[in-house]
């Protein structure tokens, strides 16, 4: 079994190389769920969708986020009626969120209904929430606490960010289908080229999970989100800055110093510090052809 | 003030006609909520959206419900994951429920909520809600009981009806605006032509309501839901059989005969035993002038 750490686009690139490469019960996806919230009455879960929608095929290759062959009729309309918008959902998306939100609040744990959708979606590898237990990640930036949508989309990440916190993360229990999978001798744990911050950070910050991981056993193997000093998408490089450290893979690598065994990073950024074993391969992942051989690469090292 | 009380389609079309002759502050309509359902874990109010959609002028003529330059996206996504799709709600249509709740859960009253939508919408006369409190009509039919809509739209008005309910009507407080209105020396009441037993008979149900119509000392004008022993839309006549009544013009009269001063029913219609003041005028609403005609039949009476 490979276990893969994952938040949102960047690590459902990996997570697709991976799906193409492995047999799919052979694959488990671990999902980052501190970005979740509560908007509009529904119960979104940004990372999950993200890896929902790629694994299917569904991922909006376009806008780069959403669902594909979107319309936005019920956006439009919501405007019409004094709505917020500043969170764009499509009306296809939205199915998944309303179907969500009425079986989460029927009792069933997001676990399932996140199972029992990609099983309908014709996913073969499973996808698993991080904890069934919400986790909540907030920022504190220069515009006072944020959640982390609202910084993130809302706010277009403009607010510097000050401090990290993922509310609800000490009570909250890791997924006993995760714990297993660890406890059963995996082939390798792979960390996703996620943001360390807000992607992979929740995930570690769930009691037991970070022990787990390190007492499994098995290869844990991160490959960089960062190229040249620079993220590849999103606000990676730039919340290093802001946390006082030059943005580089060996920062992102320094975070995971404690687990990790190999690190997959590009020929030409510097690894010094990095205790792991060091693995040089391109790491920028614009067709599937990229995914399917960043996957190898990884699955070379496990 | 002219206050019409109105279910969904066949009130929907009088109260239009209604708020062309009248200006916007002279007219308010009274909807029944006894529709009113849970569905999706969203807040849908069946007769009010009727309303507001023939008073924006947004009401799908093709259809005959919901609303005009629709698109179907969300539905045909929610079918793909497995949820329930018997009920359905367009894209555009969804925006409003979705808002709805929202605002609900948020501790708004449905007045707020209906009367700020219809503002947003462009519409002039008031639109209420017969209570804030929640009445829900409910059927004991030849398959159980069954909520409103499920026997509706579900099940398409097959199983033969036995008795109805209305739960929550015994605790349920009359609109206050409409209390205020009643008490105001209102220029009339009218009974739009809505099926007696599932759109104006949950708004009579709810308490005081009835007693305040009849004492406000106004002229109360009924035009009958039926021509010829027929329904012009949906199941009013069938439910009078299944009641054993013979469907008529005269069937509903007797349903409002404590109340009535005035009764508009066809030309060729049977008046036997009617006892308020007969008004022939043709009540076939299919044109906007047709129902502006009917409007000003209602309004010469008041």
């Known amino acids: ?25 052979e694959l488990l996806i671990l999902a980052n769920t501190g970005d979740d919230f509560e908007h509009l ?25 959403g669902r594909r062959d979107e319309t936005w009729s019920f956006m439009e ?35 399932a209904v996140t199972a029992d959708i990609a099983r309908r979606l014709g996913i073969g590898p499973r996808i698993l929430p991080m904890s069934d237990d919400p ?13 982390l949508q609202h910084w993130f989309v809302r ?38 080229p996620s943001n360390p911050f807000i992607s992979i950070g929740p995930i570690l910050a769930v009691p037991g999970l970070r022990e787990a991981i390190a007492g499994c056993g098995a290869p844990v193997i991160a490959v960089s989100p960062i190229i040249a ?17 030059v943005p580089s893979a ?3 690598a320094a975070r ?22 060091i693995i040089r391969a391109p790491t920028l992942m614009r067709s599937l052809e990229d995914k399917i051989a960043l996957a190898r690469v990884v699955l070379d090292a496990a």
């Open 256 to 277: 995971y110093a404690d687990l990790l065994t190999h690190y997959v990073m590009e020929p030409d950024d510097d690894a010094t510090g990095i205790e792991a074993r």
């Open 41 to 65: 009455g529904l119960s979104i879960s940004p990372d999950i969708d993200t890896l929902t929608y790629a694994l299917a095929g569904l991922d909006n290759q376009e806008l780069g986020w």
């Open 250 to 252: 060996a920062a992102v």
């Open 135 to 147: 986790v909540r990640t907030r920022l504190l930036s220069d515009d006072g606490w944020l959640d």
């Open 155 to 192: 706010e277009q990440t403009r607010p510097a960010v000050r401090a990290v916190e993922f509310a609800g993360a000490e009570t909250a229990r890791p997924n006993p289908a995760l714990l297993a999978a660890l406890g059963a001798r995996p082939r390798a744990v792979v960390i996703c």
């Open 77 to 111: 309309t919501l405007a019409s009626i004094g709505g917020e918008t500043w969170f764009r959902l499509g009306d296809r998306d939205l199915a998944l969120h309303v179907e969500r939100t009425r079986r989460l609040r029927a009792g069933e744990t997001l676990s």
């Open 1 to 25: 079994m490979i276990i893969a750490l994952s938040g949102g686009i960047g690590g459902a690139k990996l997570a697709l190389g991976l799906s193409h490469v492995l047999p799919p019960e």
């Open 229 to 245: 000093g620079q993220a590849v998408k999103g606000p990676t490089a730039r919340m290093f800055e802001q946390a006082g450290i």
